[in-house]
C-alpha cells in the first residue's frame, strides 16, 4: 500500500523481547515460590528451641540450642530413648520440657531402689554414667501409662523435674513437639550423644 512502511524485522523483533521477558518473569515467579515453600516447609518440620535447664546435662547442657524435628512422630510415636521436646498445655507461661523417654504406652513403670523396671523388669540403661535415682516420686508404686502416655526422666536424674513429679507427669501424645534432632553449638545428632554404645 503506497505511502506506508510497515517494519516486518522489528515487529520480529518486538515478539522476540516480549517472549524473553515473559520467560524472565515466569523463572523469577517460580523461583519465589519455591523459596517460599521450602520456607514454610522448614518452619512446619523444624523448630530452635533452647534447652531449659541442666536436666539434661551431660547429654545436653543449659541453653544448648537444638533443633527440633517436628515431622518425625507424624506416623508412629516416640520410641523408647528417644529425647523429646514436649510442652504442657494449660500453663500460663509455657516452655518446652526436653525429657528422654523411659515408659512406652501400655507400660507400667516403677522405680525401686534407684532401678527403673518396666513391666516388672528392670530397665537397660543404654545413657552413659547415670547417677543413681535418690527420690522415685510418683513412680514409688507403680505407675500404669494410657495409650497415648509416655513417662519421661532428665538424664541428669536427681537434678530433674519429670514424670517422677505431679507438675509434669505423663507425657501424652498431643504434649510433644517433637524430636530432639541436631544440637547446633556444637553440631551433633542427639540421638547418638552420650550412650554406652551408638544405636
Not at 49 to 64: D, F, I, K
Not at 144 to 165: M, P, W
Amino acid at each position: 500500500m503506497a505511502g506506508y512502511d510497515f517494519d516486518l524485522s522489528d515487529n520480529r523483533k518486538r515478539k522476540k523481547v516480549k517472549k524473553i521477558i515473559i520467560r524472565i518473569v515466569a523463572l523469577i515467579l517460580e523461583t519465589v515460590a519455591v523459596i517460599v515453600l521450602a520456607f514454610f516447609l522448614v518452619r512446619a518440620a523444624c523448630e530452635r528451641t533452647v534447652v531449659p535447664g541442666e536436666s539434661m546435662a551431660p547429654t545436653l547442657e543449659a541453653q544448648m540450642p537444638i533443633m527440633i524435628n517436628k515431622i518425625s512422630y507424624l506416623r508412629k510415636g516416640p520410641e523408647r530413648f528417644d529425647v523429646i521436646v514436649f510442652e504442657q498445655g494449660g500453663e500460663e507461661h509455657s516452655y518446652y520440657h526436653v525429657k528422654r523417654v523411659i515408659g512406652l504406652p501400655g507400660e507400667t513403670v516403677q522405680i525401686v531402689n534407684g532401678i527403673v523396671y518396666i513391666n516388672g523388669e528392670p530397665l537397660k540403661e543404654v545413657v552413659r554414667d547415670l547417677p543413681k535415682i535418690h527420690l522415685s516420686g510418683l513412680a514409688t508404686e507403680p505407675v500404669v501409662l494410657d495409650y497415648d502416655e509416655y513417662f519421661v526422666l532428665g538424664d541428669n536424674r536427681n537434678k530433674s523435674e519429670d514424670s517422677r513429679f505431679a507438675n509434669i507427669g505423663n507425657v501424652t501424645r498431643d504434649q510433644i513437639i517433637g524430636k530432639a534432632w541436631l544440637t547446633l553449638e556444637p553440631f551433633n545428632i542427639v540421638s547418638k550423644m552420650n550412650l554406652e554404645k551408638d544405636e
